[in-house]
């Protein structure tokens, strides 16, 4: 069952109060994903394609007792690396990924993670989301990242009408002040996690009573019957 998007946006002023809304009922929201340093989150992240959060919690203490740092990720076997991660899904580009992203850590930023999007976005695997979570997660940078459950999230709710993540990411950093985009991103996540849920959001315990998604849902469900 496929519950359609509204097809069109909700005022600024609801935007505001939805987002507060969110902000109250999700205050202290962080990443799910367990890291130590900078490069351990960059990892996860990259390895977080297409698999939950969990999963890879359970497969990164592993993968960091085996190679603890860029310098051990880039002289690592690969086939050990897809052994250790396989359960992560796409094993085999993502062993690949972090083991070059590693030498380029290594070769071109002395193994540090650096923090700014150019070069985030020229390590191997690192796309605009993924350097968007490091930024955030690891550096408090004003960034803002678009998952699956944010661009969900941020369609229900009325805030963007937009087609692709990147065009999610501008209508939604338009209705948020600066220093709050990389707390938006953890509200909308959490909210999409919880209750705004694919494909079927639980819309009876959601906080959020102006959402405009409401009688769309209620009348996707009503028709079911
Ligand atoms: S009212 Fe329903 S569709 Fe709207 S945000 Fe809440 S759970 Fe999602």
Same mark, same amino acid.
């Given at each position: 069952?496929?519950?359609?998007?509204?097809?069109?946006?909700?005022?600024?002023?609801?935007? &505001?109060?939805?987002?507060?809304?969110?902000?109250?009922?999700?205050?202290?929201?962080?990443?799910?994903?367990?890291?130590?340093?900078?490069?351990?989150?960059?990892? &996860?992240?990259?390895?977080? &394609?297409?698999?939950?959060?969990?999963?890879?919690?359970?497969?990164?203490?592993?993968?960091?007792?085996?190679?603890?740092?860029?310098?051990?990720?880039? +002289?690592?076997?690969?086939?050990?690396?897809?052994?250790?991660?396989?359960?992560?899904?796409?094993?085999?580009?993502?062993?690949?990924? =972090?083991?070059?992203?590693?030498?380029?850590?290594? &070769?071109?930023?002395? +193994?540090?993670?650096?923090?700014?999007?150019?070069?985030?976005?020229?390590?191997?695997?690192?796309?605009?989301?993924?350097?968007?979570?490091?930024?955030? =997660?690891?550096?408090?940078?004003?960034?803002?990242?678009?998952?699956?459950?944010?661009?969900?999230?941020?369609?229900?709710?009325?805030?963007?009408?937009?087609?692709?993540?990147?065009?999610?990411?501008?209508?939604?950093?338009?209705?948020?002040?600066?220093?709050?985009?990389?707390? /938006?991103?953890?509200?909308?996540?959490?909210?999409?996690?919880?209750?705004?849920?694919?494909?079927?959001?639980?819309?009876?315990?959601?906080?959020?009573?102006?959402?405009?998604?409401?009688?769309?849902? /209620?009348?996707?469900?009503?028709?079911?019957?």
């Amino acid at each position: 069952m496929t519950i359609p998007f509204p097809k069109r946006k909700v005022s600024r002023a609801v935007a &505001a109060e939805e987002l507060a809304i969110l902000a109250r009922t999700y205050p202290h929201a962080v990443t799910a994903l367990e890291y130590r340093t900078p490069f351990e989150l960059l990892i &996860a992240v990259i390895l977080s &394609a297409q698999c939950t959060d969990a999963r890879v919690n359970l497969t990164t203490p592993h993968l960091f007792a085996a190679y603890p740092d860029p310098a051990a990720l880039a +002289g690592a076997d690969q086939a050990d690396v897809e052994r250790i991660i396989k359960s992560c899904g796409f094993f085999r580009t993502k062993a690949k990924n =972090v083991i070059a992203a590693a030498r380029a850590l290594f &070769a071109e930023h002395g +193994g540090a993670v650096p923090s700014d999007r150019e070069s985030l976005e020229a390590l191997p695997g690192v796309g605009r989301k993924t350097a968007n979570v490091v930024m955030s =997660v690891a550096f408090g940078e004003a960034a803002f990242a678009v998952d699956t459950h944010v661009f969900r999230v941020s369609h229900r709710l009325g805030l963007t009408l937009a087609t692709t993540p990147r065009g999610v990411e501008d209508d939604v950093t338009k209705l948020v002040p600066r220093d709050q985009w990389r707390h /938006a991103h953890h509200w909308l996540i959490l909210h999409g996690r919880a209750i705004c849920k694919a494909p079927i959001p639980r819309c009876g315990q959601c906080p959020v009573t102006m959402c405009p998604s409401r009688k769309i849902v /209620a009348r996707a469900l009503a028709q079911r019957r």
